[in-house]
């Protein structure tokens, strides 16, 4: 007896084929099983994150090294008190959307329901505001609302970090998932009764968006972080200047007398009280008056180094930040290389919210059903300008192909194009072949005008002006016209 017919005698089955028809559908499904089991097997990393990553800097910073990270409410009334902080962080975020924005691939449907995505939430204005968010507060949130059957998302909301943040635990550690990424985010806000409570919100309901970071930190780090002690010490110094020039004008009085009379001290202290700039007083014998002034301060010598501190902080050029035509910025050269340094960073800063924005297009694709557009900044026209010619030079000197060149300039090329070119003869190639044939042509007139001699190949004009210094029969070049 075989052994499948001991197995169906064992289980009760009766046939050999349909012990087999059973084995079949054991064998598919436990390949289904499998199969479940790949996908839905998670990747789990082999080290934790740091104490310090998971510290949430929501309403005020937890005991460890965040303790010296400084709470985004003091960061945000920075903004808002400091004229170039304020300049410098919006100049950022005018640089970001001033040259516009496209959506480029996708379907008809994806592109038009993304543009108008854009538009409800405010336009250019979302991502201005996005990005002083971001450079304020280190993190930037916006949220999809979405409509009721959850197939829509209706407008991009901005959310303010002061009270928001990831979910955290009673001890204020973020609390994490199995991935050991963050769980979820959270709002914190307080009753009526001024009890705190934690509103829970899926992660996948938020963009978050950050310019700045550090290590496995999962928060920002704000732009004005590094600049916040030095801001503030500015503006006690601001503060201290505009006193002491009130004080420089209005001259502290003080009277000295021999009287030990209370009587006569009231009076003289209601004297001098009513002393003004425009009074002559004239005094007794035994009573003197002192005036006290801080006189000139230096303070335009030391706002200097506080402004230099905020230019370096925010990368904003000094000209650039106060509006001032002065050269304390340096010269033009200097400015020059400083506003395409600023470029650069105002360029990085676009792709952080490109890739924050296809993500959400990326995301509404899946709810809608469409296929999502790629959102990009239109290049900073000197930037363009720059890559043009960087490209040509490399293609004119066969550094790259073609086709790299066109990459490099934000052009596609395909078979058609490239089939179109290929016969083409390009301005530069001209160029070379007629300099070409001009040198071949002065080539030959030489050799025609010095033709071989002994010791000196044809077009060579070796010798030449010894023989007409020593042979009688060269017509001298001196003989004057008559």
């Known amino acids: 007896m075989s052994f499948l017919d001991k197995a169906a005698s064992f ?6 084929n349909k012990l087999k028809e059973e084995l079949n559908v054991t064998r598919e499904q436990l390949a289904v099983a499998q199969k479940l089991l790949e996908k839905s097997e998670e990747v789990t990393p082999l080290t934790n994150w740091s104490s310090i990553a998971k510290e949430e800097k929501r309403i005020e910073d937890p005991q460890g090294y965040k303790l010296k990270r400084v709470p985004v409410k003091q960061l945000q009334h920075l903004y808002t008190s400091n004229q170039f902080v304020f300049r410098g962080v919006n100049v950022r975020a005018d640089e970001i959307i001033t040259r516009g924005y496209e959506l480029i691939g996708g379907d008809e449907k994806g592109i038009e329901a993304c543009d108008n995505l854009i538009k409800v ?4 204005n ?3 505001q996005l990005s002083v968010n971001t450079d304020v507060s280190g993190d930037g949130y916006l949220e999809k609302v979405l409509n009721k059957e959850k197939n829509k998302i209706m407008v991009l909301k901005h959310v303010n970090p002061i009270n928001f943040g990831y979910l955290t635990g009673d001890d204020g550690k973020i609390i994490l998932n199995s991935k050991k990424l963050p769980k979820a985010y959270m709002q914190v806000f307080y009753d009526t009764d001024g009890k705190e409570e ?7 309901r938020i963009a978050h968006l950050k310019f700045n970071s550090f290590a496995d930190e999962f928060n920002g780090i704000s732009s004005l972080q590094p600049v916040y002690n030095t801001t503030v010490r500015l503006m006690n110094m601001e503060q201290a200047a505009a006193e002491a020039a009130v004080k420089t004008a209005n001259p502290l009085l003080v009277g000295h007398t021999e009287t030990k009379s209370l009587r006569e001290l009231t009076q003289w202290s ?3 009280n009513n002393i003004s700039a425009k009074d002559q007083v004239f005094l007794p014998q035994g009573v003197t008056l002192k005036m006290l002034s801080p006189g000139y301060q230096n303070f335009s010598y030391y706002s200097t180094y506080f402004l230099d501190a905020v230019v370096a902080a925010l990368g904003v050029p000094k ?3 106060t509006g001032s035509s002065d050269m304390t910025g340096g010269n033009r050269s200097t400015i020059t290389v400083q506003s395409r340094h600023f470029y650069s960073v105002i360029r990085a800063n676009q792709r952080y919210v490109e890739e924050c924005m296809n993500n959400i297009f990326s995301y509404y694709a899946d709810l809608a059903g469409f296929e999502a557009p790629i959102f990009k900044f239109i290049d900073i026209a000197e930037d363009a300008d720059r890559a043009g010619q960087r490209a040509v030079e490399l293609y004119a000197a066969n550094l790259v192909t073609l086709s790299e060149a066109r990459t490099m300039i934000g052009l596609e090329t395909p078979k058609t194009v490239a089939q179109e070119l290929q016969g083409v003869e390009t301005e530069l190639e001209k160029k070379t072949k007629q300099l070409q044939e001009d040198i071949d042509l002065k080539k030959s007139d030489m050799e025609v005008f010095h033709p071989a001699k002994p010791g000196s190949p044809a077009g060579s004009q070796k010798g030449n002006k010894k023989e007409q210094k020593i042979n009688p029969d060269v017509p001298s070049v001196r003989v004057k016209a008559k």
């Open 11 to 16: 289980l009760k089955i009766s046939g050999r």
């Open 121 to 124: 939430s405010g336009g250019d």
């Open 126 to 128: 979302l991502f201005w």
């Open 198 to 204: 934690k509103h829970e919100i899926p992660k996948e």
């Open 270 to 272: 209601g004297v001098l």
């Open 319 to 321: 000209a650039i930040l």
